[in-house]
């Protein structure tokens, strides 16, 4: 599976494709060996999702949690993703680590993914082992419980962004999009495989009296699934450190002394500061100047206040795409997280609050494991909608791709809330599936266009003899696109709750999530643009 990918003279090229440097260069296609074992991160990520969907619930109770935490919990890790992940983004456009400049994000996300999972899912077993009082043990217990669930939550959310420059950085236009589809791919067979772990009674099997109990063995599987998924994602396809590309490529120019600043261009979408003092630093950058060494472009400083004027500053249609994508992860999450309690309560008629001996209770348990069920058929069809999304790209291009993803989770989410019946409901869930393929591939291939239309356009102004367009860098552009995800959790975690509250049904959540993606569908057609 190697092919071309190790040429050291394509690698130097392709790493800095995206600074604008080298945004012309023709990189090498990669083979489809090399592009599966770089979506195995996304199969890792979502097997340790699924596990945490089927058991942070269980564990949170087991430790006794608080109800009045329980916002906190959910709110804390997106709140912390929403703030950081733009800037950490834009950090990594220029990372000058000997290994690359996503892969040290990446390789340190996962460390904390696997660090939260260990927290949250033994947190009360080493606790038990270490404090002998019952009431330091609960503040303990709840306490170290808590810190792995947001640590795991934070890092498994953040680290899509990473993931997905890294794909960028290295990858021709059509590899991307393959790239993407594999991405989708796998993130539903990984999804479908932890739920169906998930769903195994683990007390009753011999592994699960050798390890302890069923948290323990899905620690088990959860730790070694992550650590051969990301072993083998950061082996797939090498990057070239910035600094030797930016050493080797040109020499040096001379820069301008403290040419005047242009006040139209103190701040750019994607940029970090580069004034001081009302002129232009020629320690850091030039940017629209050909005289720019592009040694000296690696050595910016990030600051808040950039970064900011920069994000509120972006281009129009990269605002119109964050939006659209902030409208549907607010309407997936919303039915997605209370889906199996929507399964128990109005599907089944059955009541969580009553007697754990009830019958009205025991009705609600099976309609939870049979949403576990729909669950697994959502990430199954997710995975089979993004292998035919090739196909179907071809006759109704991206703009029907999304419009039709949006249009189908609308209209069965609805159909779902409207007329709540256990068959037609698990069928629907194919819905569902379509909708996460959409959420995961199409956005990004959109940005994946805006930037090869940036690119060409830089060619064109490069052979014209005209000053070079700054560029800005993929891993601010992932981030920001990322970061809507988690501020569709901070909508869904501090709305819905309260929502739930005024309507007195879980059944109203269903139908905002059908509003919500009806809603998304009428944007995407409107407001987002598609490249020819």
């Known amino acids: 599976m190697g092919g071309k990918s190790g040429q050291p003279g394509m690698d130097t090229a392709t790493s800095l494709a995206e600074d604008r440097l080298f945004g012309f260069v023709e990189l090498p296609r990669r083979p489809t060996g090399r592009l599966i074992m770089h979506s195995m991160a996304m199969f890792g990520r979502e097997f340790c999702y699924a596990v945490e969907a089927a058991y942070v619930t269980p564990v949170l109770l087991s430790v006794g949690l608080p109800k009045s935490l329980y916002s906190m919990v959910w ?8 703030l950081l992940q733009p800037v950490v983004g834009s950090a990594s456009d220029y990372c000058r680590a000997g290994w690359g400049r996503r892969r040290p994000y990446i390789l340190s996300l996962g460390i904390m993914m696997l660090l939260g999972m ?10 038990s082992a270490v404090v002998a009082d019952p009431r330091r043990k609960l503040i303990w217990a709840i306490t170290i419980t808590m810190i792995g669930v947001v640590l795991f939550d934070f890092a498994a959310d953040f680290i899509d962004g990473p993931i997905k420059a890294y794909l960028f950085d290295v990858c021709s236009h059509q590899d991307k999009e393959r790239g993407l589809h594999y991405h989708a791919l ?5 999804g479908a495989l932890g739920y169906l772990l998930g769903a195994i009674d683990w007390a009753s099997l011999k592994l699960g009296r050798v390890l302890g109990t069923e948290f323990q063995v899905m620690f088990f599987f959860s730790a070694l699934v992550l650590i051969l998924c990301f072993i083998i994602h950061l082996c797939s396809i090498p990057e070239a450190p910035l600094r030797d590309v930016a050493k080797d490529s040109l020499p040096p120019l001379q820069a301008p002394q403290n040419p005047p600043l242009s006040s139209d261009r103190m701040y750019e979408y994607g940029s970090i500061e580069k004034v001081q003092n009302g002129y232009v630093n020629p320690e850091l950058a030039m940017q629209g100047g050909k005289t720019k060494n592009p040694a000296e472009q690696t050595q910016r400083t990030m600051t808040m206040k950039s970064l900011l004027r920069a994000l509120v500053s972006m281009p129009p249609h990269y605002r119109c795409l964050c939006i659209s994508h902030l409208i549907g992860w607010t309407a997936f999450l919303s039915n997605m997280l209370f889906f199996t309690d929507f399964m128990g309560q109005i599907v089944y008629h059955g009541n969580p609050y009553s007697a754990h001996n009830s019958t009205e209770f025991l009705i609600y348990e099976r309609g939870v494991e049979v949403g576990c069920w729909g669950l697994c058929i959502n990430a199954v069809f997710s995975s089979l909608y993004s292998y035919f999304q090739k196909a179907l790209v071809s006759y109704i291009g991206l703009k029907g791709l999304y419009f039709m993803g949006y249009l189908l989770f ?24 379509v909708m996460s393929s959409t959420l995961y591939t199409v956005p990004f291939n959109l940005m994946a266009e805006y930037h090869r239309e940036e690119q060409e356009e830089q060619k064109k102004q490069a052979q014209a003899g005209g000053p070079d367009s700054s560029g800005r860098g993929q891993g601010l552009d992932c981030a920001t696109l990322t970061c809507m995800v988690q501020l569709a959790q901070i909508l869904v975690g501090g709305g819905l709750g309260f929502l739930v509250n005024m309507a007195g049904s879980v059944a109203v959540v269903v139908l905002t999530a059908s509003l919500a993606a009806l809603i998304g569908c009428c944007f995407v057609a409107v407001f987002v643009r598609y490249v020819d």
């Open 75 to 82: 709110l804390l890790s997106p709140i912390l993703g929403f």
């Open 118 to 127: 260990a927290l949250y899912l033994n947190g009360d077993t080493m606790i």
């Open 186 to 190: 796998f993130t539903g067979f990984g």
């Open 410 to 433: 609308g209209l069965g989410t609805g159909l779902i809330g409207l007329f709540p019946n256990v068959h037609s409901t698990l069928v629907l869930c194919a819905s569902f599936g």
